[in-house]
């Protein structure tokens, strides 16, 4: 974990409000970092539903096929988070740590191990320790509360700089529901399908195949459309939670994806995505610009994804961002390896506003200086059109920096 701060990290930190049905507790039990806290665990209240997207990863960590082996049954009492170790490409060793962990989660929430999640997160290929966790669960059950949320997202960072926390609250009928999520990611960030690792909940009493469908919805144009440096992680894990408390004061019962209730609750469990697939991407390790990635005119959304994606991950694009180098040859070379339709002469490049390249060519009004003061932002658009159709999207990324480098070049030791 970095001490210093991200000079992109958000100005403003919301208080995060407590969900009927969810206690939180964390606590240091030394799986990898020394005075840090590194072990979350979230007790839920009985009728709690579970919904999960995972890393499309051919060599998953252990808790990732865990929870999806669990995820099934759709119900969910406990979550227990680590960091510092990913329990990945750990073997039969893993599986057993998983399986140890969740039997000392059990004893600990008093539920079945089938209502227990994991998530882990750090080194890949060391095993994980699991008879740390002995001892240490059961006193979290004991400790936990509902208002431990920015401690939580503390327990599980790596190399973020800062915790990444998001709140929402929203009608579900004439009650007011709360969605809380916490995300944590700062580099081998590609996601396909979930994010690094992120936890939303809801006391919203919501149907495991609601949340499903919400998630699989949400995740597309959030986590699925950032990148730092286009490696998918083994442990990609998003896990949704909804207590259903609200029901109690009125909240309906959803157990339809197609309910027309669900809409405006639809939109802020999307924006809580959002919000925390941004963080992400402002936490790169090593960042110093936020970058905008927006492709228009193309022939699909699809197409526009895969154009905005060999953009944003081009390392030559990412270094010139780095030096505030408007360097529009870099964005052309991402455009024309993307294997995707685009006509090199209908082609138009902005930074920032300014339209530095149209028509296949330098724009006749370019003027170095203007451009160049606009790179020294802190958050930087690159717009490309490629004048063939209606498709657009948007993806954020990052900056690639040398502490890129100096942070993933001694990560084990």
């Given amino acids: 974990m970095s001490t210093a701060v991200s000079p992109l990290a958000p100005t403003d930190v919301p208080e995060m409000p407590a969900i009927a049905g969810v206690r939180l507790a964390t606590a ?70 998983t399986a140890l962990t969740a039997q000392t989660a059990a004893k600990a929430v008093g539920c079945t191990t089938g209502d227990v999640f994991l998530a882990s997160t750090g080194v890949i290929g060391e095993p994980l320790d699991a008879t740390k966790f002995d001892g240490v669960l059961a006193t979290l059950a004991e400790a936990a509360t509902p208002d431990h949320w920015m401690d939580a997202a503390r327990a599980i960072m790596t190399t973020d700089t800062f915790p990444k926390v998001a709140t929402a609250t929203v009608k579900l009928g004439k009650a007011k529901v709360t969605i809380n999520g916490m995300a944590k990611g700062a580099g081998m960030i590609a996601p396909d399908m979930a994010t690094m690792l992120s936890f939303v909940f809801t006391d919203a009493p919501l149907s495991s195949s609601v949340l499903q469908s919400l998630l699989k ?70 960042a110093r610009k936020l970058v905008e990635v927006i ?94 159709g209606k498709g657009r999207d948007r993806v954020l990324t990052c900056d690639l920096t040398k502490e890129y480098v100096a942070i993933n070049g001694d990560y084990r030791s």
Avoid: H
């Fill in 295 to 388: 492709v228009e005119g193309a022939t699909t959304k699809i197409s526009a994804r895969k154009i905005a994606m060999s953009i944003a991950n081009s390392p030559l694009v990412k270094t010139a961002i780095a030096g505030e180098d408007a360097n529009w040859g870099r964005v052309v070379m991402a455009v024309g390896k993307a294997g995707e339709p685009a006509n090199r002469d209908k082609l138009s490049i902005s930074f920032n506003g300014i339209r530095v390249a149209k028509s296949g060519a330098r724009d006749p009004s370019y003027n170095e200086t203007e451009v160049s003061e606009v790179m020294k932002n802190p958050k930087i658009q690159i717009k490309v059109a490629l004048g063939l």
């Fill in 28 to 97: 240091a039990a030394g799986i990898r970092y020394k005075g840090r806290t590194d072990v979350l665990l979230a007790v839920m209240d009985k009728g709690t539903t579970v919904a999960g997207v995972f890393t499309k990863s051919k060599c998953p960590s252990a808790p990732v096929e865990w929870c999806r082996a669990k995820l099934g049954r759709g119900q969910a009492r406990a979550l227990v988070v680590n960091s510092g170790n990913a329990n990945a490409f750990t073997g039969k060793t893993g599986k057993q740590s």
């Fill in 217 to 286: 919805n949400g995740v597309e144009d959030t986590f699925n459309a950032i990148t730092i440096d286009s490696d998918t992680s083994t442990s990609d894990t998003l896990l949704a939670f909804a207590t259903g408390a609200a029901a109690a004061d009125g909240a309906p019962k959803i157990s339809r994806a197609s309910d027309p209730r669900l809409k405006g609750f639809a939109k802020a469990f999307r924006d809580v995505l959002a919000d925390l697939a941004e963080q992400v991407a402002r936490d790169g390790e090593g």
